[in-house]
């Protein structure tokens, strides 16, 4: 087209008129504006014939017209062209050539008229002919049809280092070289070669480009290759793409494909390739695509994007364009636009029309003058024969062939939306061999498309469907022929798969790199021979290397003596990267020949497995040996089995051949220890060896600083790994810190997978390497005030060190870089030093001073003393020490609040001192001090001394408010106080430096709080004015009560809640010192001895009377213990024994048991402490009377056998010891040594005990239990109070309901564990309309068991079950068959399910009937839809059965009111046509109503049966003839409508009626008859019925108003729902069923109003009630609103909620409403921004299982392990494995936990998940063997002892008699190995 127009320009220049000479500078100047003229109106009259003639070539050329007719319709010169009669065409002028008006149509359609009136059919036929398509026009796009600069749509296969693959249409493939991506990128490329550094902004392809992105591409070369195969260059620069734009045919809307150029700092430069254009793309604009696309916060140069034009600017220099996913998905091309057959470009989405329809595709219209046509492969999911002409669809540019000018378009729906993902094939699927494909069509000149036998379409090119072009037969490929043929490749812009029928590549053993595995055996064709190596082809385009190393088991010197070009090898395969296309192959004979296990992963590197290897790195260290794929480990010099003079590197060689054996293997860190001593015993020899192969390789010098990972906790320290070399090292507990109570916090909260920072390296000690944490030491190393040599050492140098040991004699002290000093007892404090340990602790942080050297033995003499080493502010010092420890306290809390989920943790970050809580009373000790309880401090113990209640008298239950003075985190202990001064103090502005009087309230390690006398605020007051002040004489310590002088330091208190002061130096001033606390009875007893025996006879005094037992004094030092079991023979049930004894009574007893001090257990008399022990005493009669021997520990008594006497269903006498307010449970005692438990369902069967009982159990009370069990711990008795002992059929219990499950019922939890399940249809002896309303969450309910099995627990609350006595009525009686139905018998029951053939009718959990459509109503019912808006899930019905089937299981049930008496569920009112059924009901209907009139006249006194009131009352009428008369009906019946005369007048004033009576009453007929009647019957009515209706409605009217008065009353109306908003504003329930009654009348706009009304109504404060709104609103937008609505309302929600709820909640509203699309992408969203919530990843994992994309859930799991923070990973493996069980593969589950028990052995939680897990999916066998492996770990006795318990109850469930005893013994054995291991 251009080189026309340049010669269209040549001729006319020749043709143009010549201007004469101008005679005036005039004339000049207008001849030169002429001329300007005559050129501008020339070019554009050029420009408007080439859009002329583009716009028209297509429909000309599709007709089959030659250019010969264009000529003769446009001539451009020289002999005029004739028609077929011979005349001369007449040629058109340019004053009658307007090409874009309506003149020449006219004109046209003119002479037809006049010249072809005899033959206008047969010129419509021709044009109809001319619009027909041929088959040639359906080729397809073949190698040699394309051609250079031809447009193509593609798709990007694969993204390589310099190329990338693009997938092409009908099967072809393409590269786009790195060099032609934009002029931008190729700039930065050429920059890179230029300076060969790497270049800022230079990304790699694979950054910039994705699988599955579509791209606009032009073709630059076509090849064919040396070795025959074919070569499609492409270019995706703008430039080439755009090449046909210029600036004059950009338009707004325009949708072009553009690449990143510069980045500015607004926005960014875009080239689109058309000259002269700057397309500009602000950076607000690319937002959106961040988001959509989640490519990070920035574009990149060289990344390509569709542009959509917003603004055209300067006539189209200037253009401003927008990336927005949703603009650009939308965007279609339009004629406005003015495109161009030369300016179409593929990708354009179009609107067209179907022209034609034939079985090789259809031809379509578009754009107003252009033709196209979609082949077979491209019409999406549907057939040919689903399209008609005169269609309209929407369709997509594939490409515009330029020499045929045919345009190809697409109907698949993923291409339609520009800027879309494609998806790409499971790469198993490729190398499938199909035996039977059918061939769906053939084009001769590309391929043939076959079906394969799973209905998948798949393309085979021309030269795939033969080995030879010569042994090709066309005639082999008719449709409906059937092949073998071998899956090679898929096509993704055709969504087809691509095969070949060539035998060669069915036989071949693999086909890409993909199907090569590490360890497989190959025969390869050498091809090339290269100093590095030697190049082998295996096959197709597969080639492999043999690195120099692996040509023989020996180097070979020259290889090409044994190798040449074109031998056949075997070899192994040593790895295989697909992604970079790299094999690797040995020729080593030994491995390729051996027959031991390949190891080929670090996973597959078992303790003991034997296998092959080769030496890579030979060291003194020892070996490193390298197996298949990378797999390397290291043999350590001593399992060379060498002679210890020998080494290493002498005796092995690089790339010898060795047999070796696996030690150890860590797969997480890649570690693997290897032995070549092939021995039995060489795993035992080192099963505890570590990997020292980093230790050889990397040392740390002191001083470095680096991260580690915790591995795992010691008892004095932490097993660490340095970062990023992962070398083991050491970090002791006493280095966390320089003060010794946060060393001990830090270890108590560290946990494994802990990343610490900055840590110190201490030293490097033969491998060992120790770190530090101390900040004084790093900073001392950093500061440089460290000595590395003894040289450098200098008396009276100041040294940061910490303490090494502790002698007699003195201290030593170690500094960094291992230097260490003595410190002699005198010079260790100022104060005298008695014992050396009292002074200091190993590894606590210290500053010493150098005091004398000793250079002869290298030894040197430190001092200590705080005179010596501390500087001259001491109060600075003691400041910054507890500024530290303030600090790091916090950071501990930090690390609390996010590593412990547990009450106990989060409750003491919360907390501080100075904080008041509300506690209650929990018990008063015997020294004064009271221990409290409550919600503020709900799991710690609060404390308060007796000096602290502040004179205030509790007792136990008191409600109480307290002051925080101090917190004991390792203790979950808390220290507050009562005092009033404290809790409430004064206001006063302090002044730093001033002194104040204060008195000590607490005295805590580090250090004192004390209150200010003067406010009553709380201070902090440091002990310790230095790191060595560590010791105080007791008259030095400050002790509570104690009143001090103190300087202020800060006026603020900081995080930690005090006050800052220190001592003032003055003298201080102390108050009189508070009587001691009273001692206990362990202290004063622990030192005195005794020479009791079991059985002696003592006599004593009662010293203290305590609930549950008696101290009695038996001589003057001696006290015994009298437990309220040893008191009475017989106690009486509610009883108290212990009060029968009095204080100061004589009593008599016997020795029956002593109980050790310390740990309160009881001792046998052989034991040799027996004499020290408390005696425990009895004062039964039948025990003075040696009728029995009760003796409370035997020699080898422990607790289980202590229990063992206690049966299931026993029944004991219990005491009370206390009640837990907190875990609600009562604590017991049995005897002296035998405690119990009851849980909170099992103290009574009263609620009302329930909910108070502390009141009702008094502490020392006797009860009577029944036995349950022991515990988990097996210590302590499980007990009832309630007698129940195990659930069984008939038990009734109490329960607390746990979950409401609307339309289902209650889920329970019941006592014992269990769960239970209460159907609709046992809540009550009464269905009711609402069956749920009723329950909530944590309401306490009486139930009985209906079963027990199978896990399941289902129970009734039916009031005829839970209480039988009584007898009371019961309604709806239990169904639990179908014997106990009866035909005709009415029942009622819920409805289930509405379907379209009728309503599912559930009678009881497992009968259930069915409602035919004939059934429910009279009318006739179009569809379910109609049915489904009066009749819902959960609504309760009345229905008689009509037939019963026991055979089929099936009641057929009728709710017509002729059959049940009741209205019809769908209302006249509807106007529906009666069925044909309904015919007799008519005539009845007429009857009664007749009938009815018929009473009105004679005057009876009951309500008029009016055509006004016609809103049913005929039906009424109707069932009373049938079945009783009229009159004595009526009375009892009760009908929801307002019973007045017709003549009332009070309806505008009646808008408060019931819904029932207003619809009733809009109901009824207005026409002018019925009005007439009415009129004629009101003026007949006496005075005396006027006055008995109006009392009839004063009485109504009364009704009504009690009606809205009464609280149960359903809200009917808006009125009514506004009143309940009004009254409970923040009631999200309301605002919900508000907007239900709206949408229930579809009234949405109104739903709306309210949802935003109760946003702006409810408090901010509830945010709970604003969520629920958010989501209802979401809700609403989804079913009833657009896409847009819907995402304004999401984007509200994020800015006032919490952004994952809102996330996760629209999630689920998705996924409910089938929008499976837009969940997958907003989950998608989420794992972006919330990347560390694993509840995401949990969701989405559990998403995609469920849809059945179980390839997709797998890769999410190592997509979440690299976003998750460590210690989150085994938490989230375990839960996504159990998805996995759930709904996806069981078999990958269990290779999930499989896995992850291999690497965390003794992680019981994760046992115990695996082992439900595969109890419920597994088989026995399966299930056997996992507890086998289980209780053979090496765990705890304990945690073992829960395993066996599991094992044995699973065996007595589903085993045998001998599978139970095998697990018998199997316990036993464990026991007995215990103990003898012991023993030894």
């Not at 449709?479 to 993704?492: A, E, L, N, T, V």
């Not at 500087?871 to 306290?889: A, P, R």
């Not at 609060?942 to 004179?951: N, T």
């Not at 309230?1001 to 230095?1026: F, K, M, R």
Request: charge should be positive.
């Amino acid at each position: 087209m251009l080189s026309h127009t340049k010669i269209t320009h040549a001729s006319t220049k020749a043709r143009r008129p010549k201007l004469t000479d101008p005679s005036t500078p005039g004339e000049k100047v207008r001849e030169a504006s002429l001329l300007v003229e005559l050129r501008r109106k020339y070019w554009e009259r050029i420009y408007e014939l080439r859009v002329y003639l583009e716009r028209w070539s297509s429909v000309l050329t599709r007709g089959k017209t030659t250019m010969s007719s264009i000529e003769e319709n446009f001539p451009r010169g020289g002999t005029q062209k004739t028609t077929q009669d011979g005349k001369a065409a007449k040629q058109p002028t340019m004053d009658q050539d307007n090409l874009f008006k309506t003149h020449e149509e006219r004109t046209l359609k003119r002479k037809k008229t006049q010249q072809d009136q005899a033959k206008p059919k047969k010129l419509k036929t021709e044009k109809k002919a001319g619009l027909k398509t041929n088959a040639k026009d359906f080729e397809l796009l073949t190698f040699e049809s394309l051609t250079d600069g031809m447009l193509v749509l593609g798709c990007v296969k694969e993204c390589n280092e310099y190329e990338l693959t693009i997938s092409l249409p009908n099967g072809l493939s393409g590269n786009v070289q790195v060099t032609h991506i934009c002029e931008a990128y190729s700039k930065k490329l050429s920059e890179q070669v230029a300076t060969d550094k790497p270049v800022e902004g230079l990304s790699p392809l694979s950054e910039l480009f994705s699988p599955g992105m579509l791209l606009r591409c032009a073709v630059i070369d076509v090849e064919k290759c040396a070795e025959g195969h074919r070569g499609i260059q492409l270019s995706i620069n703008p430039k080439d793409v755009n090449k046909a734009l210029n600036i004059a045919a950009l338009r707004t809307g325009m949708l072009l494909s553009g690449c990143v150029s510069s980045v500015e700092d607004h926005g960014y430069l875009i080239d689109i390739g058309v000259h002269a254009a700057k397309a500009f793309l602000p950076r607000e604009k690319a937002q959106s695509y961040f988001q959509s696309k989640e490519k990070g916060a920035e574009l990149k140069i060289g990344q390509y994007l569709n542009c959509l034009i917003d603004e055209v600017k300067n006539s189209g220099r200037i253009i401003r364009i927008s990336i927005s996913q949703s603009e650009v998905a939308s965007a279609i091309a339009t004629e406005m636009q003015n495109w161009t057959l030369c300016s179409l470009l593929p990708g354009l989405v179009v609107k067209a029309q179907i022209q034609e329809v034939t079985s090789l595709g259809i031809s379509l219209s578009f754009l107003s003058s252009f033709t196209g046509v979609v082949d077979s492969m491209h019409l999406g999911s549907k057939k040919p024969r689903n399209y008609s002409p005169g269609h309209k669809v929407k369709a997509c540019i594939l490409f515009v062939n330029p020499t045929s000018k045919t345009v190809r378009l697409s109907l698949r729906p993923v291409i339609l939306q520009p800027g879309t993902q494609l998806g790409h094939l499971s790469s198993d699927r490729i190398g499938t061999v199909v035996t039977h494909s059918r061939v769906k069509s053939f084009h001769k000149n590309a391929g043939a498309v076959f079906t394969l036998d799973d209905g998948t379409l798949a393309f085979a090119h021309l030269k795939q469907l033969s080995d030879t072009p010569k042994s090709f037969r066309p005639e082999a490929f008719k449709p409906g022929s059937m092949h073998k043929c071998r899956i090679i490749d898929y096509s993704p812009i055709d969504d087809l798969l691509l095969l070949s029928l060539k035998q060669r590549i069915i036989d071949a053993p693999f086909l890409r790199y993909h199907d090569i595995h590490p360890g497989q055996i190959v025969e390869g064709t050498v091809f090339a021979l290269k100093d590095f190596g030697m190049q082998v082809k295996v096959g197709g385009h597969i080639k492999g290397l043999v690195p120099r190393l692996h040509l023989a088991d020996v180097v070979l010197k020259q290889p090409e003596k044994k190798y040449s070009v074109g031998n056949t090898v075997k070899s192994r395969v040593l790895s295989c990267s697909p992604d970079t296309k790299m094999l690797i192959l040995t020729l080593k004979k030994i491995l390729v020949t051996s027959k031991l296990p390949i190891l080929a992963s670090y996973e597959d590197a078992k303790p003991g497995l034997v296998t092959h290897g080769f030496v890579v790195c030979a060291r003194e260290f020892g070996c490193i040996v390298k197996f298949y794929n990378d797999v390397k480990g290291l043999v350590p010099k001593n399992e060379l089995g060498l002679a210890p003079i020998t080494i290493p590197q002498e005796a092995f060689y690089e790339g010898q051949v060795v047999k070796v054996i696996v030690l150890k293997c860590e797969p997480e860190q890649e570690r693997l220890l290897l032995s070549f001593k092939l021995t039995d015993n060489a795993l035992a020899e080192d099963s505890t060896g570590e990997d020292v192969s980093k230790k050889g390789e990397v040392t740390y010098e002191t001083g470095q600083v680096a991260d580690v990972k915790i591995l795992k906790k010691k008892e004095n320290g932490l097993e660490v790994k340095i970062l990023p070399d992962e070398v083991s090292a050491y970090l002791p507990t006493m280095h966390l810190s320089d003060h010794v109570t946060n060393c001990r916090l830090w270890w108590h909260w560290l946990k494994g997978n802990e990343i610490l920072h900055n840590v110190i390296c201490l030293h490097d000690k033969e491998g060992h390497i120790t770190l530090s944490r101390k900040p004084a030491i790093i900073s001392a190393i950093e500061g440089g005030n460290v000595v590395k040599n003894f040289s450098d050492i200098q008396p009276g140098l100041l040294l940061t060190g910490y303490v090494r040991n502790i002698m007699p004699y003195g201290v030593f002290v170690e500094f960094p870089y291992g230097l260490t000093g003595l410190v002699p007892k005198s010079a260790m404090s100022d104060k005298f030093v008695t014992n050396t340990k009292d002074h200091f602790v190993i590894g606590q942080t210290v500053i010493a001073k150098v005091t004398s050297i000793d250079e002869e033995k290298k030894r040197f003499l430190l001092s200590l003393k705080v005179s010596d080493c501390s500087s001259e502010d001491s109060v600075f010092e003691s400041c910054s020490l507890l500024f530290q420890y303030f600090k790091e306290l916090q950071e501990i809390k930090s690390i609390m609040s996010k590593r412990d989920s547990s009450s106990v943790a989060q409750k003491i970050c919360e907390l501080k001192p100075g904080q008041r809580l509300q506690l209650v009373v929990q018990e008063v000790k015997a020294d004064g001090s009271v221990l409290f309880s409550g919600t503020g401090a709900s799991g710690l113990t609060a404390e308060a001394s007796h000096r602290h209640l502040g004179g205030k008298k509790v007792v136990m239950g008191d409600q109480a408010t307290a002051v925080i003075l101090h917190m004991d985190s390792l203790k979950s202990k808390v220290y507050v106080s009562l005092q009033e001064e404290l809790l409430s103090p004064k206001q006063k502005t302090l002044i730093a430096d001033s002194q104040h009087l204060a008195v000590v309230q607490h005295v805590a390690s580090e250090y004192a709080v004390a209150s200010l006398t003067e406010t009553g605020q709380l201070i902090a007051i440091p002990l310790a004015s230095h790191f060595n002040d560590t010791f105080r004489f007791d008259s030095e310590k400050m002790k509570v009560g104690q009143s001090v002088m103190v300087v202020l330091k800060t006026t603020e208190a900081g995080d930690h809640g005090l006050l800052l002061a220190v001592l003032s130096p003055k003298k201080r001033r102390n108050m009189i010192r508070l009587r001691q606390e009273s001692e206990t009875l362990e202290e004063t007893s622990a030192m005195i001895k005794h020479s009791l025996s079991l059985g002696d006879m003592v006599t004593g005094t009662v010293k203290s009377v305590r609930p549950t037992f008696v101290l009695v004094t038996l001589d003057d030092k001696l006290i015994g213990n009298i437990h309220a079991s040893q008191i009475l023979d017989d106690v009486p049930i509610g009883s108290f024994p212990t009060s029968k004894l009095k204080v100061g009574q004589k009593v008599t007893a016997r020795v029956i048991g002593g109980r050790d001090v310390k740990t309160h257990r009881y001792l046998p008399i052989s034991h040799p402490y027996f004499t020290q022990t408390i005696p425990e005493l009895s004062i039964q009669p039948r025990e003075l009377k040696g009728e029995s021997n009760t003796a409370l520990c035997s020699e080898d008594c422990n607790t289980e056998e202590m229990l063992k006497p206690f049966k299931p269903g026993q029944m004991v006498t219990c005491f009370v010891k206390k009640y837990d307010t907190i875990k609600k449970w009562l604590e017991v005692e049995v005897t002296a040594n035998v405690r119990g438990r009851v849980q909170p369902l099992l103290l009574s069967p009263n609620t009302k005990v329930l909910k108070h009982a502390e009141k009702y159990f008094k502490k020392g009370q006797a009860l009577a239990a029944t036995v349950v069990g022991s515990d988990i711990t097996e210590t302590k008795l499980c007990l009832s109070l309630t007698g129940v002992h195990s659930l069984e059929k008939g038990t009734i219990v109490l329960g607390y309901i746990k979950k409401v499950i609307p339309h289902v019922g209650l889920t329970i939890m019941l006592p014992f564990g269990k769960t239970g399940k209460a159907s609709l249809f046992h809540l009550s002896d009464s269905f009711v309309e609402q069956p749920l309303e009723g329950f909530s969450t944590g309401q306490l309910v009486k139930c009985c068991v209906l079963s027990n099995d199978d896990n399941i627990t289902k129970v009734s609350l039916r009031q005829s079950r839970v209480n039988p006595k009584s007898h009371g009525k019961v309604e709806d009686c239990e169904i639990m068959s179908l014997d106990n139905v009866q035909k005709g018998q009415l029942v009622r029951g819920y409805v289930t399910s509405v379907t379209p053939s009728g309503i599912f009718f559930g009678l009881s959990d497992s009968v259930v009937g069915q409602i035919p459509l004939e059934y429910i109503t009279h009318l006739f019912v179009p569809d379910q839809h109609t049915c489904a808006k009066f009749v819902h899930v959960g609504q309760l019905l009345t229905a008689k059965v009509l037939r019963i089937n026991k055979e089929e299981n099936h009641v057929e049930l009728s709710v017509l009111p002729k059959d049940t008496g009741r209205p019809s569920i769908i209302p006249e009112s509807l106007g529906l046509p009666h069925s044909e059924m309904d015919t007799n009901f008519k005539k009845l209907k007429k009857r009664n109503s007749s009938e009815c009139e018929q009473e009105v006249k004679r005057g009876k006194k009951r309500v008029r049966c009016t055509e006004g009131d016609d809103s049913g009352i005929e039906v009424y009428c109707r069932e009373e003839e049938e079945e009783v008369k009229y009159e004595k009906s009526s009375k009892g019946r009760e009908v929801p409508r307002l019973k007045v005369s017709a003549s009332f007048t009070w309806e505008e004033g009646l808008n408060v009626l019931d819904t029932t009576i207003l619809r009733e009453r809009e109901q009824s007929s207005s026409s002018e008859e019925d009005e007439e009647d009415t009129q004629l019957t009101t003026k007949k009515q006496t005075r005396q019925n006027k006055e008995l209706e109006k009392q009839r409605a004063e009485k109504e009217l009364s009704k009504l108003e009690a009606a809205l008065m009464d609280p149960t009353r359903q809200p009917q109306s808006a009125d009514d729902f506004d009143r309940l908003v009004l009254g409970n504003p923040d009631s999200s329930i309301l605002w919900l069923q508000y907007m239900a009654f709206h949408l229930q009348a579809t009234e949405i706009e109104k739903a709306r109003a309210v949802a935003e009304r109760a946003l702006k109504t409810i408090s901010f404060r509830e945010e709970q009630e604003k969520l629920n709104v958010w989501v209802a609103l979401l809700n609403l937008e989804n079913l009833y609103g657009t896409e847009e609505a819907l995402m304004k309302v999401f984007e509200r929600a994020i800015q006032y909620n919490e952004p994952l709820k809102v996330f996760q909640q629209l999630a689920d509203i998705y996924a409910d409403s089938e929008k499976y699309k837009q969940a997958d992408d907003l989950y998608n969203t989420m794992l972006k921004r919330f990347r560390q919530e694993k509840s995401v990843w949990v969701k989405y994992t559990s998403f995609l299982l469920k849809r059945g994309q179980v390839e997709a859930a797998h890769r999410l799991l190592p997509r979440a392990l690299k976003c998750l923070p460590n210690k989150e990973h085994v938490d989230v493996i375990s839960k996504l494995a159990q998805l996995e069980f759930r709904f996806g593969d069981p078999g990958h589950g269990k290779a999930i936990f499989e896995n992850t028990l291999s690497t965390y052995p003794k992680r019981t939680d994760i046992w115990s998940v695996y082992i439900d897990m595969m109890i419920k999916h597994g088989s026995q066998k399966e299930v056997r063997e996992v507890f086998e492996r289980v209780i053979h770990l090496s765990l705890a006795p304990k945690k073992m002892k829960f395993f066996f318990k599991r094992y044995l109850e699973y065996e007595k469930t589903y085993g045998t008699a001998e599978t139970v005893q095998a697990v018998k013994a199997a316990a036993l054995e464990y026991v007995e190995s215990k103990n003898s291991l012991a023993e030894s």
